[in-house]
């Protein structure tokens, strides 16, 4: 079956150093998408990838889209305490369900 | 966009016993979620809730320790039965109100503690 695999499981960053968690996929992705958690929290959506070599922007953050669309990438400008939580990126293979990746911890130190 | 309420937030159980967790939804969805996450892991999704029909369970996950209802196209409920400390986790529900491969809403999630 699909697997999703996303590295690192850890970053620690210092304050204002910059931040990228990468995914790969088994399989081509009709589309990847991103979440962030908060300690405690629950998943919330920040972004869908669809098209093959895809970018795009949030404020410090940008997120890519492989030209294969079997990677991503998501990467932070600049890291604020308030980026502190675990990205989790998930890969849609054609059905309904999303292969989430294992995510990786953000933590800042300021 | 969808909110999800979902409860009970945590609980401690005794080992043997089952727990009934609720998640009610502010719009009608085909499909609800039920996803586990052990501490610092990732989501496992453990079944698909359909309306009017059984749930689909994934591989390693089974109904009669996982009994879901789903009575109507706002509400679902997934039982953990006979805990035991390894069933100890978070249990997230999740929606796709826009539908196929689309983004998800999740409930705010059960933090589950069997001793």
């Known amino acids: 079956g699909q697997q999703v695999m996303q590295i690192p499981q850890y970053q620690h960053v210092q304050e204002g150093e910059d931040f990228t968690t990468y995914c790969n996929s088994s399989t081509t992705l009709s589309n990847i998408q991103w979440y962030k958690q908060r300690p405690g929290g629950h998943p919330v959506f920040l972004i869908q990838?669809?098209?093959?070599?895809e970018v795009k922007k949030q404020k410090r953050l940008t997120f890519q889209f492989g030209e294969a669309k079997k990677n991503s990438s998501l990467h932070i400008t600049a890291t604020q305490t308030t980026d502190v939580g675990t990205y989790f990126c998930?890969?849609?293979?054609?059905?309904?369900?999303?292969?989430f990746g294992r995510g990786t911890s953000l933590i800042v130190h300021p | 966009s969808a909110v999800i309420s979902q409860k009970p937030s945590r609980d401690i159980c005794q080992r043997g016993t089952s727990l009934t967790i609720q998640c009610q939804v502010d719009s009608q969805v085909t499909m609800m979620f039920w996803y586990r996450q052990q501490p610092g892991q990732s989501l496992t999704l453990i079944a698909t809730?359909?309306?009017?029909?059984?749930?689909?369970?994934e591989s390693g996950f089974v109904i009669d320790k996982f009994p879901i209802s789903r009575p109507n196209l706002t509400f679902s409920t997934l039982t953990v039965s006979n805990m035991s400390p390894e069933d100890s986790s978070i249990y997230l529900c999740?929606?796709?109100?826009?539908?196929?491969?689309?983004?998800?809403?999740f409930g705010q999630g059960t933090r589950l503690t069997v001793v």
């Open positions: 998930a890969g849609a293979g054609g059905s309904y369900i999303p292969t």
């Open positions: 999740s929606v796709s109100p826009s539908g196929k491969d689309t983004e998800a809403f």
């Open positions: 990838l669809v098209k093959s070599g």
């Open positions: 809730a359909n309306q009017g029909s059984e749930a689909t369970y």
